[in-house]
């Protein structure tokens, strides 16, 4: 009888546990659901992130001052700092305090949500303090304010990034700079502090005309998707920076828009620029002095003035540019194609510079080299010159509507090394002969129309600039 009952007291226990230890299992399952459910749902309204690879942090639930936020998340929505996005309300306090919330963690994203305008005044997003590999994702719209009283005497650029690293700004948003309020307004392409003065008496906008957008002194540089609008001037430029990339990139504004570059580079090197269309009132791209390791492909470039090299060397200024490549681009309704444009009276030197597989329709003159360029009523001949050297030309096919190519180059230093293949560009109306002065080097292939100008190998007492060697240093 004893061990009957200790039988029915051992299989009560034995069916105790079961019933627990299903109970506790039950929970825990039930538990990984709901937490399932719930991180689908923070993710659910997440910003596009293009393919982002986010960090180990999830998501945060706003409530309050953003420094009261759990530090959950490594993605920085400008909503959630304090921005209205409602087109009339100045965003500037919002956007500085989600950067430097974003500035303080690598490889965090700053958000520009989709769906809404943010009206953003004159802004720096800085370094050198910020974490590397930051990414700024626009995705809605930023526009500029039209009121003078936001600009102060005048301001060289209104959205700047400066000393970063890796740094990468993409999305399907747009800058729109409301350039035109500048255009007809200001006294003159730069301005002075006397136009500054003037203007504001008069309630206009300030004399000195902004870059849209520029980076400087930073390293890594992406710039992706965006398109850039109506930019009071340049509307996107590097100063002082290497290994940038900028890919699927628009600069639209008309062409009638006084000094708006599309991309403006200078003192830049290892840049590659490609699939980006590019319609403006100037350069659609502008090389300066200090670039070098330059790529350009895929770009389509109208209205403007073409692809340009310089202008260099005003001022008696030196100019050092080489190993630049421009290739598999179409130009239309521009006024120059490919061009090199320096200024008397300076030094230094341009070489290594390959323009290839170019085709230009309805453009002014596709050729150029220029060492007699002046903006100025009159320029003084200069007994100094940058020399320009080791230039290619292959593959350039189209139509001009006012001469093929012109090359005016120096008469102190002569253009040397200078190659044509494939050349073959009608006429729209009438025929232009080829213009060439002190120009020196080879016809590889027939062209069309014959560039019989090009004087063939080198001039007679061949020299170099005596600060041309600088360049090599």
């Avoid at 100025?376 to 940058?386: D, G, L, M, P, Q």
Wanted: charged share 15%.
């Amino acid at each position: 009888m004893a061990a009957a009952c200790n039988n029915l007291t051992s299989l009560a226990l034995t069916i105790l546990t079961a019933f627990l230890l299903g109970s506790s299992s039950f929970e825990t399952c039930s538990a990984r659901d709901q937490t399932k459910h719930s991180i689908q749902s923070s993710t659910a309204h997440e910003p596009s992130l293009q393919g982002r690879k986010l960090s180990k942090f999830t998501s945060y639930a706003y409530s309050g001052a953003p420094e009261e936020m759990a530090t959950s998340s490594a993605i920085f929505n400008v909503l959630s700092y304090g921005a209205k996005g409602d087109g009339r309300t100045d965003d500037t306090k919002a956007f500085e305090a989600a950067w430097a919330a974003a500035c303080k963690i690598e490889g965090a994203t700053m958000v520009v949500p989709s769906g809404s305008v943010f009206l953003v005044g004159p802004i720096s997003f800085s370094g050198p303090t910020c974490q590397p590999n930051i990414f700024f994702q626009l995705d809605g719209k930023i526009i500029a304010p039209t009121n003078s009283g936001a600009w102060g005497s005048g301001i060289l650029q209104w959205l700047e990034f400066s000393k970063l690293k890796g740094l990468t700004l993409t999305g399907k948003g747009t800058i729109d700079g409301q350039g035109s309020v500048w255009w007809h307004d200001a006294p003159s392409s730069y301005g002075t502090a006397d136009d500054s003065a003037s203007s504001a008496l008069k309630g206009n906008m300030p004399g000195t005309k902004p870059t849209a957008l520029r980076f400087y002194g930073s390293s890594g540089v992406t710039v992706a998707g965006i398109t850039i609008q109506n930019s009071q001037q340049t509307h996107l430029k590097f100063d002082d920076c290497t290994g940038v990339q900028v890919s699927d990139f628009t600069a639209s504004s008309p062409g009638d828009s006084p000094n708006t570059d599309g991309i403006h580079l200078q003192n830049s090197h290892d840049v590659t620029i490609h699939s980006s269309t590019l319609a403006c009132g100037d350069d659609c791209v502008s090389i300066q002095t200090g670039c070098s390791n330059i790529f350009v492909q895929n770009v389509n470039c109208g209205p403007g003035h073409g692809i340009s090299i310089g202008s260099l060397g005003k001022d008696n200024t030196k100019a050092c540019v080489s190993n630049i490549t421009v290739r598999d681009v179409t130009m239309h309704d521009t006024m120059t194609g490919v061009r090199i444009k320096t200024w008397q009276g300076g030094s230094g030197l341009v070489q290594q510079v390959t323009f290839s597989n170019i085709q230009v329709n309805d453009v002014k003159t596709p050729i150029v080299i220029d060492q007699y360029y002046c903006e100025k009523s009159t320029c003084h001949n200069e007994s100094s010159a940058v020399q320009v050297s080791r230039i290619d030309y292959v593959n350039i096919r189209g139509t001009y509507t006012e001469q093929p190519v012109h090359f005016a180059c120096s008469d102190i230093l002569p253009c040397t090394g200078v190659s044509l293949a494939t050349v073959a560009l009608k006429p729209v109306q009438y025929a232009s002969q080829p213009f060439c002065w002190e120009a020196y080097g080879e016809l590889k292939t027939a062209t069309d129309p014959p560039i019989n100008c090009l004087q063939r190998g080198m001039p007679p007492n061949a020299k170099s600039h005596p600060y041309s060697d600088s360049c090599q240093n």
